[in-house]
């Protein structure tokens, strides 16, 4: 069965309590429970989080090595990190899809969040649809595979 890896970058271990009102009240776990169901015996689920870019980095080598497709939430890092970026084109150069998502929507909010220096690498987009940008994202990876 296709693994799929949903990345979640740094401050995400928080959601449930972190900005609710932006970020909705329901924490990792939950995310974990709802894409479990919602992949069924379709995909196997790994959810992981990290605040560490280089740590997020060793993941995208690994799915690259592994063939795995990604889900990525790169919070933060989303708007600056190059690094990360490298790695994204990585995963997509190598054919194996990487959905960037977000949980708000980065272009109402702060300028500095209307850049994402990942897009430009990522198979597809999803932002501003709460959990439910994860949920979508793993449509699309388990219709391109
Ligand atoms: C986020 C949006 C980013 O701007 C922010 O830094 C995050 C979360 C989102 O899921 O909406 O940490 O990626």
């Not at 900005?19 to 992949?39: C, H, I, K, N, W």
């Not at 209307?114 to 690498?121: E, L, P």
Request: proline share 4%; aromatic share 6%.
């Amino acid at each position: 069965m296709t693994t799929v890896l949903v990345l979640n970058g740094p401050n995400l271990s928080r959601l449930g309590s972190r900005e609710p009102d932006v970020y909705g009240s329901q924490d990792l776990d939950t995310l974990r429970t709802v894409l479990v169901a919602d992949a069924a015996d379709r995909a196997t689920i790994e959810v992981r989080q990290t605040d560490d870019e280089g740590q997020l980095i060793h993941w995208l080598h690994e799915a690259v090595d592994s063939s795995t497709p990604v889900i990525l939430n790169p919070a933060a890092f989303t708007h600056y990190s190059y690094g990360l970026r490298d790695a994204a084109a990585m995963v997509t150069k190598a054919g194996i899809p990487l959905i960037e998502v977000h949980i708000s929507n980065p272009h109402a909010r702060e300028t500095f969040r209307h850049t994402s220096v990942i897009s430009g690498v990522a198979t597809g987009v999803i932002a501003g649809f709460g959990f439910d940008s994860y949920r979508l994202a793993l449509k699309a990876v388990i219709g391109l595979n």
